[in-house]
């Protein structure tokens, strides 16, 4: 599988997490969607034009998820570690 359709793959089962866990803080949802959204924008960009902070910001978030949800914690650090085999 291409690595781009893997990470739309694992954007989508980010967003199934969050439909079932209605339960997050507003805060959260709200960071984690806006997160999501910057996401999707650069899978439209070249790998060698995306800023290396999209990872940053995905390794943050994964661990603020990490002891209350940690499988959303977990689909974030698989979107970075198939950021970094991409060589972003």
Same mark, same amino acid.
């Given at each position: 599988?291409?690595? $781009? @359709?893997? #990470?739309? *793959?694992?954007? @989508?089962? /980010? $967003?199934?997490?969050? =439909? *079932?866990? &209605?339960?997050? &803080? /507003? =805060? *959260? $949802?709200? !960071?984690?969607e806006a997160l999501i959204a910057k996401f999707e924008v650069q899978l439209q960009l070249e790998p060698a034009t995306q800023p290396p902070s999209i990872a940053d @910001? /995905? +390794? /943050?978030?994964? %661990?603020?998820? =990490? #002891?209350?949800? &940690? !499988?959303? !914690?977990?689909?974030?650090? %698989?979107?970075?570690?198939?950021? +970094? %085999?991409? +060589?972003?």
């Open positions: 599988m291409p690595a $781009r @359709d893997q #990470l739309q *793959k694992q954007v @989508d089962i /980010l $967003r199934e997490q969050l =439909e *079932k866990h &209605p339960e997050l &803080p /507003l =805060e *959260k $949802r709200e !960071a984690l @910001d /995905l +390794g /943050l978030a994964a %661990n603020s998820f =990490e #002891l209350e949800h &940690p !499988a959303i !914690a977990g689909i974030l650090r %698989n979107i970075v570690v198939t950021l +970094g %085999n991409m +060589g972003i």
